[in-house]
């Protein structure tokens, strides 16, 4: 079954503004990660948050978690028109039970 | 370059007639799975494998096998596609949850 629900389902914004995509999960997690997805293509793999952190970076990225209200946030700051995707939270037990969600589709304009 | 490999990219075929949708690894990984990806409903297991010889059904097994006689190919076979298996497929695979998984590019599928 569907796992995290990313929220929104489309997001457009202006080249150089932050763009934030949310997730919510139903069930408990030992870990939630952060996929891109360009149009048609494979998923990229861009950043695991375990289930005892509560915030993670990577270049221009930033993932917080919080585990009691079971939603993750996933932040780009000075968006980029290559950064225009569609973003997958996936949350997993183990390694063979990753769940995703619909996606959020960021448009992010020149 | 590391990487995940599916044959075909793209394939039309018509109802019944029995696909094999090839997934090759070169990164020595235990862990595979097999995805479909559907407007609106995001991508969702169909089968995974823990290492050679062990499989087990994701959530949407309907319709598919697997089989996993090698730790670096893992295909995916339609005994009779049906129109409802029309789909975007993704094979994936990873040593360890904690380094991601790695996608192949897809194969569209139309069955018609």
């Known amino acids: 079954s569907q796992q995290g629900e990313e929220d929104p389902q489309a997001l457009s914004i202006q080249e150089g503004e932050n763009a934030t995509m949310n997730c919510s999960y139903k069930?408990?997690?030992?870990?939630l990660q952060w996929y891109r997805q360009n149009s048609g293509r494979g998923l990229v793999h861009l950043i695991l948050?375990?289930?005892?952190?509560r915030e993670k970076h990577s270049g221009r990225l930033r993932v917080t978690l919080d585990t009691s209200k079971k939603s993750s946030s996933l932040l780009i700051t000075a968006s980029r028109a290559a950064d225009t995707a569609s973003y997958f939270c996936a949350t997993g037990l183990n390694n063979n039970d990753m769940r995703f969600g619909a996606g959020t589709r960021l448009t992010v304009k020149p | 370059e590391a990487q995940v490999t599916q044959n075909p990219r793209y394939l039309i075929t018509v109802t019944g007639k029995k696909l094999t949708v090839t997934c090759s690894q070169n990164?020595?990984?235990?862990?595979m799975s097999w995805y479909r990806q559907d407007p609106g409903l995001g991508l969702r297991q169909i089968y995974y494998?823990?290492?050679?010889?062990?499989?087990d059904k994701g959530d949407v097994p309907e319709g598919y096998k697997v089989s996993r006689k090698e730790k670096r190919n893992f295909p995916l076979i339609l005994e009779s596609p049906s129109p409802n298996q029309t789909s975007l497929y993704f094979c994936?695979?990873?040593?360890?949850?904690?380094?991601?998984?790695?996608f192949g590019s897809g194969t569209r599928l139309t069955v018609v």
């Open positions: 948050i375990r289930s005892n952190e």
């Open positions: 994936a695979s990873t040593s360890n949850i904690v380094y991601g998984y790695t």
């Open positions: 990164m020595n990984h235990e862990y």
């Open positions: 494998s823990m290492n050679v010889e062990v499989t």
């Open positions: 069930t408990s997690i030992n870990n």
